[in-house]
């Protein structure tokens, strides 16, 4: 067998695997004073009416400005094997049942060993699944591993409209930029019917949890989120996805 072929068996023996994470962003107070100052000018510009910038609204999204804010957990669904596992901040760097969520797996560690445990895992997976993880979670995860001096093993954002490597289900249902307008997961979840990863938390209240050390209902989230990527990919699979 020659050697692209070998490549090629091996990366469909591989277990396609859909994966989310969790980012709480830093408190206002951590960022320096010119950081700060660049990032209340940007948001200046972006009020079309001018006038001072919201600081507020801008301190409630520094998760999503990417080095301004840390990974505190990775959830990771095996479709293969319909099998469940969480990265959440904490100690201990082992592999243990995730009691939360009954026939998953959870490793805790600091952001860094939550990195490196997760690029350990993603180089043996084939193709990756995702909801918003071409544009979000893969430069995220990518910006904070360098930061970190983690190496990554593989590459989130290649070419943009190949799907056997990252199959982004935003960027599908979005017709790759065709169509104008993008959806939640959760409005795709209910128009598919696929149980909504929502429950009593989201996004906005994961730095508040990490402050209060709640990371097990953070991890139970990502989890969630995790989850529903995986059955909506199910969902579109032989439908949707074999299109692009």
């Given at each position: 067998m020659s050697a692209a072929k070998s490549a090629s068996a091996a990366k469909l023996a591989s277990p396609v695997v859909a994966f989310d994470i969790e980012v709480a962003g830093l408190e206002w107070e951590e960022v320096d004073e010119a950081t700060r100052h660049y990032l209340m000018a940007r948001e200046k510009r972006r009020n079309p009416k001018g006038g001072a910038p919201?600081?507020?609204?801008?301190?409630?999204?520094?998760?999503?400005?990417?080095?301004?804010g840390r990974v505190v957990s990775i959830g990771m669904w095996n479709l293969d094997k319909d099998q469940g596992a969480v990265l959440v901040h904490g100690s201990g760097c082992k592999w243990e049942d995730f009691d939360v969520v009954p026939g998953t797996k959870v490793f805790r560690g600091n952001e860094r060993e939550l990195l490196q445990e997760f690029w350990k895992q993603a180089s043996k997976w084939g193709t990756v699944v995702t909801y918003n993880g071409r544009a979000y979670d893969g430069p995220v995860l990518i910006t904070r591993s360098a930061m970190l001096d983690?190496?990554?093993?593989?590459?989130?954002?290649?070419?943009?409209?190949?799907?056997?490597?990252?199959?982004?289900?935003?960027?599908?249902?979005?017709?790759?930029?065709?169509?104008?307008?993008?959806?939640?997961?959760?409005?795709?979840?209910r128009r598919f019917g696929v149980e909504s990863p929502?429950?009593?938390?989201?996004?906005?209240?994961?730095?508040?949890?990490?402050?209060?050390?709640?990371?097990?209902?953070?991890?139970?989230?990502?989890?969630?989120?995790?989850?529903?990527?995986?059955?909506?990919?199910?969902?579109?699979?032989?439908?949707?996805?074999?299109?692009?």
């Open positions: 919201d600081v507020e609204a801008l301190q409630h999204r520094l998760a999503l400005v990417r080095g301004m983690v190496k990554p093993s593989r590459q989130f954002c290649g070419y943009r409209y190949r799907v056997d490597d990252h199959c982004d289900l935003m960027d599908l249902l979005n017709f790759q930029g065709a169509a104008r307008d993008s959806y939640s997961l959760d409005y795709w979840c929502k429950g009593k938390m989201d996004g906005s209240m994961v730095a508040n949890r990490a402050r209060d050390g709640r990371y097990d209902e953070i991890a139970e989230y990502c989890l969630r989120d995790t989850r529903a990527t995986a059955d909506l990919f199910r969902r579109l699979e032989n439908t949707l996805v074999p299109l692009f």
